[in-house]
């Protein structure tokens, strides 16, 4: 389950995963277009990757991406969905259709969790729509409900060295 770092090049990667993540159920709530114009979404991704951003990437074994898995330090002005605080990074998981359900997902964030756990932050958020079943990846890696915005609940991991 070939999974590494997230570089500049994979912006657009990054952007379709975003995309996936706010059409989970399948419905196509969001256009490509309507993200990309949508200055809530932007916050997660404009200017990847900027200072803090830390992220990974599947691929299939022949090297095609299929999927990411990346976290941003947000801030109380310009928060994300998931804000818990400045200093807690607040990550976006997405698999690509037709790719689900092979692992690449747990893969993902086992390597992402790694990744925060190499730097400062003690913390992971992230949030999860009512009715996502992400949130059962979620609970099985270790995160615990911290809150709710919305109809969704803001998850956090306190990180550890593994
Ligand atoms: C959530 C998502 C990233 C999981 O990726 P994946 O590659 O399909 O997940 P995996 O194959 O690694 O499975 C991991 C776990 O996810 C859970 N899971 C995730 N989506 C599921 C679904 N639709 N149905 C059932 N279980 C699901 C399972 O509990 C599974 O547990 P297991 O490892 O014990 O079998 C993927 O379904 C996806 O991209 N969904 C749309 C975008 C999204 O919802 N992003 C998260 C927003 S909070």
Request: net charge negative.
């Amino acid at each position: 389950m070939p999974v590494r770092p997230a570089v500049a090049r994979d912006a657009d990667l990054l952007w379709r995963v975003l995309l996936e993540a706010y059409n989970w159920s399948g419905e196509q709530r969001f256009s490509a277009g309507q993200l990309a114009a949508d200055p809530y979404a932007a916050r997660y991704l404009v200017g990847w990757p900027r200072e803090g951003d830390f992220g990974v990437v599947a691929e299939t074994d022949a090297g095609e991406p299929v999927g990411a898995a990346w976290a941003r330090y947000l801030t109380a002005d310009e928060p994300g969905y998931g804000f818990v605080a400045p200093d807690v990074p607040e990550l976006t998981l997405g698999v690509l259709p037709g790719h689900r359900g092979r692992g690449h997902g747990r893969a993902l964030m086992e390597a992402l969790i790694r990744a925060a756990a190499q730097g400062p932050a003690t913390c992971l958020s992230l949030s999860v729509e009512d009715g996502n079943p992400a949130a059962r990846l979620y609970t099985s890696l270790g995160f615990t409900r911290a809150g709710r915005n919305g109809g969704s609940d803001t998850m956090v991991l306190a990180l550890r060295t593994l």
